[in-house]
């Protein structure tokens, strides 16, 4: 497999399609990709959208092999949210064999973490696990997040990153991110951010499930008033809501894309 890859434009963090027993619905995964190929240049299942820090092994597992098995040619890149680094290990090495083109990591969960903990947790996972890495920067999970010039130093020390979702919410920092010259594509992970995000190479946010061609217009011409259309779709789909993957399988469910609107929390409580 590979080292590295040219990721760029929209990339999907999907939802996890989950039936009313919490099963993983291999047919609403098939309408989902079918709703979104032609416009995205990645599939990302059990990301944070796909509910992804919360599935078990087996919707984990079922999640990602129904969408490599149904990808046609696009590439996975397999979120695995866990809070150590064994963990990420053991599930990176299952996902590998599931064939997923790459993975995408959180840095190790807690506040207390530090910068040096983070550069060992990436530089471990690699050596572990031949399979590039996607680096998730954001803060809501882990508790910490990694700061710049670790972002740096994981990119030029640790061989096969192939890119960054940057999610910190600060425009700035994604900026001073992208224009760092480290020939890794940084994503923007915030649709409200867009437009003050320049340099990224692309966007991955949950919006790409319901609406992609509206991200790729947004990519292509990232203007006050596009940016003001995006923010309203993204209202009116309760994208900016802290239950944000909830309401996106609403709508979904709404379109007839996936079969039923279930999350996590309400398969599991019965």
Same mark, same amino acid.
């Given at each position: 497999?590979?080292?590295?890859?040219?990721?760029?434009?929209?990339? $999907?963090?999907?939802?996890?399609?989950?039936?009313?027993?919490?099963? $993983?619905?291999?047919?609403?995964?098939? =309408?989902?990709?079918?709703?979104?190929?032609?416009? $995205?240049?990645?599939?990302?299942?059990?990301?944070?959208?796909?509910?992804?820090? &919360?599935? %078990?092994?087996?919707?984990?597992?079922?999640v990602v092999t129904y969408t490599v098995k149904h990808a046609e040619g696009l590439p996975v890149l397999a979120g695995i949210q866990l809070p150590d680094t064994a963990s990420v290990i053991e599930r990176a090495r299952t996902a590998a064999e599931i064939g997923v083109d790459a993975i995408?990591?959180?840095?190790?969960?807690?506040?207390?973490?530090?910068?040096?903990?983070?550069?060992?947790?990436?530089?471990? /996972?690699?050596?572990?696990?031949? $399979?590039? /890495?996607?680096?998730? #920067?954001?803060?809501?999970?882990?508790?910490?997040? /990694?700061?710049?010039?670790?972002?740096?130093?994981?990119?030029?020390?640790?061989?096969? /990153?192939?890119?960054? &979702?940057?999610?910190?919410?600060?425009?700035?920092?994604?900026? =001073?991110?992208?224009?760092?010259?480290?020939?890794?594509?940084?994503?923007?992970?915030?649709? #409200?951010?867009?437009? %003050?995000?320049?340099?990224?190479?692309?966007?991955?946010?949950?919006?790409?499930?319901?609406?992609?061609?509206?991200? #790729?217009?947004?990519?292509? %011409?990232?203007?006050?008033?596009?940016?003001?259309?995006?923010?309203?779709?993204?209202?009116?789909?309760?994208?900016?809501?802290?239950?944000?993957?909830?309401?996106?399988?609403?709508?979904?469910?709404?379109?007839?894309?996936?079969?039923?609107?279930?999350?996590?929390?309400?398969?599991?409580?019965?």
């Amino acid at each position: 497999m590979p080292d590295s890859y040219s990721y760029s434009g929209t990339i $999907v963090p999907l939802i996890t399609p989950l039936d009313e027993h919490g099963t $993983v619905d291999e047919q609403s995964v098939v =309408r989902l990709l079918d709703h979104i190929r032609t416009e $995205v240049t990645g599939l990302m299942p059990a990301l944070s959208s796909g509910e992804g820090w &919360k599935l %078990d092994a087996r919707q984990w597992q079922d999640v990602v092999t129904y969408t490599v098995k149904h990808a046609e040619g696009l590439p996975v890149l397999a979120g695995i949210q866990l809070p150590d680094t064994a963990s990420v290990i053991e599930r990176a090495r299952t996902a590998a064999e599931i064939g997923v083109d790459a993975i995408v990591i959180t840095t190790p969960f807690g506040t207390d973490v530090t910068q040096e903990q983070i550069f060992e947790h990436y530089r471990s /996972i690699r050596a572990a696990v031949d $399979v590039p /890495i996607f680096l998730y #920067n954001e803060e809501a999970l882990s508790g910490n997040r /990694i700061e710049f010039e670790t972002l740096i130093r994981i990119c030029r020390e640790i061989p096969g /990153i192939a890119g960054i &979702k940057e999610s910190s919410g600060d425009a700035a920092f994604t900026r =001073r991110m992208a224009e760092a010259d480290t020939g890794i594509p940084v994503f923007e992970g915030w649709e #409200n951010l867009l437009v %003050d995000a320049r340099g990224i190479q692309g966007f991955i946010g949950p919006l790409a499930n319901v609406e992609p061609g509206l991200c #790729n217009a947004m990519l292509v %011409d990232p203007t006050p008033d596009r940016q003001a259309e995006v923010n309203a779709v993204c209202e009116r789909y309760g994208i900016f809501r802290d239950d944000w993957y909830r309401w996106v399988k609403k709508e979904l469910h709404h379109r007839g894309i996936i079969g039923s609107p279930t999350t996590h929390e309400e398969a599991t409580a019965e």
